[in-house]
């Protein structure tokens, strides 16, 4: 790498690090007018997606470090998945549980975070099963076609002359 391309990662590293943090903290205990609210809520997501696009630019040119490290270790994969199912499953939980409660929801700490391990406890339980139910057939099944489809591919053809 050359001193250019290494400043240039340095720079573009600290423009991502720069955009996500500020889209986190930024409104963090300030009272702004409605023109900057307006302005912060147009503009945040893309600002976010421009700082997790020079993360995943930054991983795939091999100019990571740590962080293509972490992100590439290979726990992750199960709890991906299975973090994907949540993520798909959530809403619908937390929707029925509280269409099927008799009592409006009180705003005090302790249930809530009593109901947020529920919910999270359940999403999870229902994703687990929705994974072993749905998705690791599926791939295993991929798995099973594509094998048989190479070898189709593969098997060396005799000619008899």
């Known amino acids: 790498m050359t001193v250019?391309?290494?400043k240039t990662v340095?720079?573009?590293?600290?423009?991502?690090?720069t955009c996500n943090i500020l889209v986190l903290f930024g409104l963090?205990?300030?009272?702004?007018?409605?023109l900057s609210s307006a302005t912060y809520v147009a503009l945040s997501r893309t600002v976010w997606a421009i700082g997790i696009a020079w993360i995943l630019i930054a991983?795939?040119?091999?100019?990571?470090?740590?962080?293509?490290?972490?992100?590439?270790?290979r726990v992750w994969i199960p709890l991906s998945k299975l973090t994907y199912c949540a993520y798909l499953l959530h809403p619908f939980i937390i929707y029925t549980v509280r269409l099927n409660s008799e009592t409006s929801l009180h705003l005090d700490i302790a249930p809530f975070i009593i109901m947020s391990f529920g919910y999270l406890t359940i999403s999870y339980l229902f994703a687990y099963l929705l994974s072993v139910m749905t998705e690791i057939p599926?791939?295993?099944?991929?798995?099973i076609f594509l094998?048989?489809?190479?070898?189709?591919?593969?098997?060396?053809?005799i000619e008899i002359t």
């Open 4 to 6: 250019t391309s290494e």
């Open 10 to 17: 340095i720079l573009y590293w600290g423009v991502a690090i």
């Open 28 to 34: 963090y205990k300030r009272y702004i007018s409605v």
């Open 59 to 73: 991983c795939l040119t091999r100019n990571g470090g740590i962080v293509n490290k972490l992100l590439s270790f």
């Open 138 to 143: 599926c791939i295993l099944l991929t798995g």
């Open 147 to 157: 094998k048989s489809s190479r070898r189709k591919n593969t098997s060396p053809k």
